[in-house]
């Protein structure tokens, strides 16, 4: 077909469209209005994946869990379904496609994923709440498949990291500032900030999750030493500013804390101190802790500081088990979570039961102001601990050694990358990672696509670094 039938047939495509959705408006019909975005989208999911992928980052933080309006459905919108439809695209191209680098499945912590999944299909079958388990094993499969499996595949363009850790970051903007404006309307009262952010967080702990999670990528952009435009330099400072600027007002404790912990691993990774020396302290600490634990429990009782709008309060109101009810709570539903795994040590209770089974394991002790039955305030408060009762012992130990296997290759690639640019964001992504691994001892979010998304997506880029870049002795941002 020459240029000028080219023309000619899309002018009367479009002229056709345009009288037919005119008598359709006119008739209160407005459905078809929505035909190109459609076929924009279908095209795209068949020539662009890599685009769709970044785009999925960009929507992440703005999407909406549609139980805010009513519905008994669980679902973010508009990233899980983009999410499930991707999934059910990369694996029919896997079937027909056979450009997929093979090494994406056979890399160490994708194994170590199909042990993960493997034996949570286990527990599904399990399950004392069966139809609760598929569900939430369908969802955990579009959240992790698509972001680690196709995510490898596009981090083979390296320029794609810097993007999709960008485009995260541009859609988490207009939340922070929407969160902002509305705790500044309320006084930035301590109330306010626990749900200034909704409907697009469920509450703060979430939100200054995420928010901790890429502070160090764009920090580490902020202090780069490559050559940039003066303009992406002011640029990247001024998201990292709002981004610091969101997380203090988030008044999120785990949050604040993990970035202390990402940053101490910093200084053990770039003054190179020998794990072994920080295992051998943390063991001296801990044992010198339980000798002297009476007195420690003592001491923190006695800590009668609550949360409060005051930056320091707030900070010491971390050691408050005396009177701190969101201390107390978590606390509870710790203790929930072991008495659960005690019960079933082995295959757990389901994946996704916690909340509907934990309440008769709370102990009369243990219940605060704040406790419920029906777990409408968190889960398990600990991405660990809800693993272990949900899913048994073995279910702790897949995700553990997830962690570790992340751990030690990204350490590795820091170790023998030859080109700079790999190892800056392999360093960069490890330290995004590290404030999770520190966060999940006190809250669990992996069963949202605001954690999963930037979670799984950073591994995946780790992983294509591993097999695709750290021995390229060049490589152009």
């Known amino acids: 077909m020459n ?23 006119a008739n209160e019909m407005y459905w078809f209005s929505l035909l190109p975005i459609i076929v924009v989208f279908a095209f795209t999911f068949l020539y662009r994946l890599d685009f769709i992928y970044i785009l999925v ?103 794609n990291i810097p993007r999709f850790v960008w485009a995260y970051t541009l859609g988490f903007i207009p939340v922070i500032i929407f969160t902002i404006s509305v705790h500044a309307a309320n006084g930035f009262s301590d109330h306010a900030a626990h749900w200034a952010m909704s409907p697009f967080f469920n509450d703060h702990t979430s939100y200054g999750a995420m928010l901790a999670m890429v502070i160090p990528i764009i920090f580490g952009f902020t202090i780069s030493p490559e050559k940039r435009s003066q303009n992406t330099r002011l640029f990247t400072f001024i ?60 001491k ?15 900070v010491q109101s971390v050691s408050n088990i005396a009177t701190d009810a969101s201390n107390l709570e978590r606390i509870n539903r710790w203790n929930s979570a072991l008495r659960l795994f005690i019960e079933k040590p082995i295959f757990g209770w389901g994946p996704g039961t916690y909340q509907f089974v934990y309440a008769p394991y709370q102990s009369v002790a243990d219940k605060t102001v704040i406790s419920t039955n029906v777990g409408n305030k968190g889960t398990a408060h600990s991405e660990y601990l809800l693993i272990l009762s949900e899913e048994g012992v073995f279910g702790l130990l897949s995700f ?40 999940a001892f006190l809250n669990n979010f992996l069963d949202t696509d605001k954690a999963a998304v930037p979670f799984w997506g950073f591994i995946a880029a780790i992983v294509a670094i591993d097999l695709f870049h750290k021995d390229k002795k060049e490589i152009e941002e």
């Open 3 to 25: 240029e000028k039938n080219k023309i000619l047939l899309s002018s009367g495509i479009s002229i056709l469209y345009i009288l037919i959705n005119t008598i359709l408006i």
């Open 57 to 159: 980052a960009l929507l992440t933080p703005m999407s909406i869990d549609i139980t805010n309006f009513g519905t008994s459905v669980g679902l973010a919108m508009p990233t899980e379904p983009i999410l499930a439809a991707l999934l059910v695209v990369f694996v029919f191209k896997l079937f027909h496609d056979k450009s997929y680098d093979r090494k994406i499945f056979t890399h160490p912590i994708s194994y170590s994923i199909y042990f993960y999944l493997i034996w949570m299909f286990i527990t599904v079958i399990t399950s004392v709440e069966i139809a609760v388990s598929i569900k939430w094993f369908v969802a955990k499969l579009w959240l992790i498949i698509p972001m680690y499996f196709f995510g490898i595949a596009v981090f083979k363009d390296i320029k």
């Open 239 to 298: 998201a990292l500013a709002i981004l610091i600027i969101a997380i203090y007002f988030s008044i999120s404790r785990a949050a604040w804390l993990s970035l202390l912990g990402a940053m101490g691993v910093y200084f053990m990774i770039k003054f190179r101190i020998k794990l072994a020396w920080v295992l051998t302290g943390l063991f001296v600490v801990l044992a010198v802790a339980f000798s002297f634990k009476e007195q420690i429990i003592m």
């Open 400 to 439: 553990v050694i997830i962690l570790i296997l992340v751990a030690t290759t990204s350490l590795r690639v820091y170790k023998e990358s030859k080109n700079k640019i790999a190892r800056k964001y392999n360093l960069l992504l490890f330290l995004g990672l590290i404030t999770y691994y520190a966060h």
């Open 300 to 314: 923190m009782e006695k800590n009668k500081q609550d949360s409060s709008d005051n930056f320091v309060e707030h």
